[in-house]
């Protein structure tokens, strides 16, 4: 099972009748640790980040991008997709939000539970973690993230979580609860544009109560749009089968990007699903936290991307 996926066992780290964290090489990078419970497994690696390069079924599809001109390679000086799911800051600034993540972290296993941390930012006096917790059977995943203020002075930022998805699939997300006129007179969410975003272009299905937009390898045009929903989740139809992640957000003016608690981006290589917390003002020695939830589903077939269809397959999953 193992051989397919090209890992080396290593090092088992801990086990028990139910979560199994191992220490593997995963594609050239030898500090990579495999959390599984049978059914689903994770990679992270302890040589770049910190950065989850794996979620899908064990032995099964990998539902996360990857970038192969830099899987194994560490060290760069400047900042690499490489893909996987990551943890920034926003608002997005080319200097601050694309500090390098190329070096080493630390990994700390702490029974069913994996800490991965990243030594403080020479550029921005943030020290970044992504903390896992896989559930014993089943395929929920806890991902906690923290941003820590180990700068002198008080920092303001948002914690930004971006998954970057496998290519050829389509990515979904939700509205708050829609309304009735003139029942229902004022607006309940913002719908956000950047200055590439175009709304004709046919990637993009827009419901009453659903964004679809399909990530397609021939059209390389970036695309991005962002909204907000108390009950925020992306989701992601690779195949027949579909990823899913969830964050409580709070209240939209304390959110950055105009009011954003998802955002949804693609071109040619891949799609990104991504969650932003509030922006809040951290004072030295304090941090933020971000807690992501994640499933896996099988067997999902969408006959159309119409709301009874869309409907019928994913209220039963986001009602669970």
């Not at 609860?177 to 913002?190: I, Q, S, Y």
């Amino acid at each position: 099972m193992l051989r397919t996926l090209g890992l080396a066992i290593l090092l088992t780290m801990t086990s028990t009748a139910a979560v199994k964290i191992e220490k593997v090489n995963y594609k050239g990078w030898p500090n990579s640790y495999r959390v599984t419970n049978g059914e689903v497994e994770l990679i992270i690696t302890g040589d770049i980040g910190p950065r989850i390069m794996r979620y899908g079924f064990v032995g099964g599809q990998n539902f996360f991008k990857e970038f192969e001109e830099g899987l194994g390679k560490s060290g760069e000086a400047t900042w690499q997709p490489r893909g996987g799911h990551r943890i920034w800051v926003g608002p997005e600034d080319p200097v601050y939000t694309y500090a390098p993540d190329n070096g080493p972290v630390k990994i700390e296993v702490r029974g069913e539970v994996l800490e991965a941390t990243q030594p403080v930012e020479p550029l921005t006096g943030l020290q970044k973690q992504i903390i896992v917790r896989m559930a014993p059977t089943g395929t929920d995943v806890e991902v906690l993230h923290r941003i820590r203020n180990a700068h002198s002075m008080p920092l303001e930022f948002a914690p930004w979580a971006l998954t970057m998805m496998a290519p050829g699939g389509i990515g979904i997300s939700g509205f708050p609860p829609r309304g009735t006129h003139p029942e229902n007179l004022l607006p309940t969410n913002p719908l956000v544009m950047w200055a590439f975003t175009d709304l004709g272009d046919p990637r993009w299905t827009f419901t009453k109560k659903y964004l679809v937009l399909r990530q397609d390898p021939n059209r390389k045009e970036p695309q991005k749009v962002g909204l907000w929903n108390r009950r925020t989740w992306g989701a992601y139809l690779l195949g027949s089968e579909l990823f899913l992640k969830r964050y409580e957000a709070v209240d939209p003016s304390r959110h950055p990007d105009m009011g954003c608690s998802f955002e949804t981006f693609t071109n040619g290589d891949m799609l990104e699903l991504e969650t932003m917390g509030p922006v809040t003002r951290v004072v030295p020695g304090a941090a933020v936290e971000h807690i992501e939830r994640w499933s896996l589903h099988r067997n999902v077939k969408i006959p159309a991307f119409t709301d009874a269809e869309l409907d019928k397959v994913l209220l039963p999953i986001l009602n669970r």
